[in-house]
């Protein structure tokens, strides 16, 4: 098939997080699905914890300066860029004051109010507007973590009449994460906020936890992808009750090929 445009959208890569299964696997994916002959674009958060100076990232000024409104409030949307020069490959991070300058990913304490579910929106959303300004129309968009998972119904419910996005195909790599409470009760009505309604998260049973969220991305994701050799046993069988194409786990010397394959299938 001829070459494709594929988005990556993930929680954490390597080597700008420590290394874990979604880490190495959105590090090194990527780098594959390139070097077979596709253009690929890879958009994370820029945690705190991430090193600017180390890692030598630079804001990229004409994708900033968007304000986005999450629960009637203005965030302004910063995107970052560095390169990883082996692979010849550039991370996007999206980077905001409020929300990515703590120095962790998604620990709650008692300093802060819970707001997970808006940096959650806030970073997929931005991935989205970002690729919208840079006028580069995806064929695929493939999502890796929790943290990804409001990806898909953005695509589907607030993006589906979006020219640049609207017919990408969507994949959902479903990991064996550790089962946190990471997001309050307060994400649906910052869904609601968005004309997202209730019936759109029926499928999370009014609860967010990493189950709830996987549910969620499972149900209107095109696709999903078994990122760990174990994936919970009640998502395998919703991934069946939906009746959605699964990739089954795949080992690092067949990956890129049964990725990429699984991708095609779906622009035939």
Same mark, same amino acid.
């Given at each position: ?7 990556? +959208? ?16 959105? !590090?090194? %994916? ?6 077979? @002959? ?11 914890? +991430?090193?600017?100076r180390r890692n030598q990232?630079?804001?990229?000024? !004409?994708?900033? @300066? $968007? ?5 009637? &409030? *203005?965030?302004?949307? /910063? ?13 996007? #991070?999206?980077?905001?004051?409020? #929300? ?36 580069? $129309?995806?064929?695929?968009? =493939?999502? =890796?973590?929790?943290?990804?998972? %409001? ?9 589906? *009449? ?17 089962? =946190? &409470? ?15 309604t209730d019936e759109d ?16 991305? $499972? ?5 999903? /992808?078994? @990122? ?5 046993? @009640?998502?395998?069988?919703? +991934? ?10 795949? &080992? ?13 299938? #779906?622009?035939?």
């Amino acid at each position: 098939m001829s070459s494709k445009r594929v988005l990556y +959208i993930s929680q954490e890569i390597y080597p700008y997080l420590p290394e874990t299964e979604i880490s190495k696997i959105s !590090r090194e %994916l990527p780098q594959s699905i390139q070097e077979r @002959g596709n253009e690929v674009r890879i958009f994370m958060p820029r945690y705190g914890m +991430i090193n600017e100076r180390r890692n030598q990232l630079h804001e990229v000024i !004409r994708l900033s @300066g $968007i304000n986005m409104i999450i629960n009637d &409030n *203005d965030h302004p949307l /910063i995107i970052k860029v560095a390169s990883i020069q082996q692979a010849r490959m550039q991370i996007y #991070f999206i980077d905001n004051e409020d #929300f990515f300058k703590r120095k962790t990913m998604f620990k709650v304490d008692s300093k802060r109010p819970n707001d997970n579910d808006e940096r959650s929106i806030f970073f997929v959303r931005g991935a989205l507007e970002a690729i919208k300004k840079l006028r580069w $129309i995806p064929d695929v968009i =493939h999502c =890796h973590g929790w943290f990804t998972a %409001l990806a898909m119904v953005y695509l589907k419910k607030f993006y589906h *009449d979006d020219p640049v996005l609207k017919k990408a195909k969507v994949v959902y790599s479903l990991y064996k994460e550790e089962e =946190h &409470n990471l997001i309050p009760k307060d994400l649906f009505e910052k869904l609601r906020f968005d004309k997202i309604t209730d019936e759109d998260f029926k499928m999370m049973d009014n609860t967010t936890d990493t189950n709830a969220l996987n549910r969620l991305a $499972i149900y209107y994701a095109d696709g999903i /992808i078994q @990122g760990s050799p174990d994936i919970d046993p @009640g998502l395998e069988s919703y +991934i069946k009750e939906c009746g959605k194409p699964l990739l089954s786990y795949q &080992n690092e010397e067949m990956r890129a090929e049964a990725f990429d394959n699984f991708y095609n299938t #779906f622009l035939k």
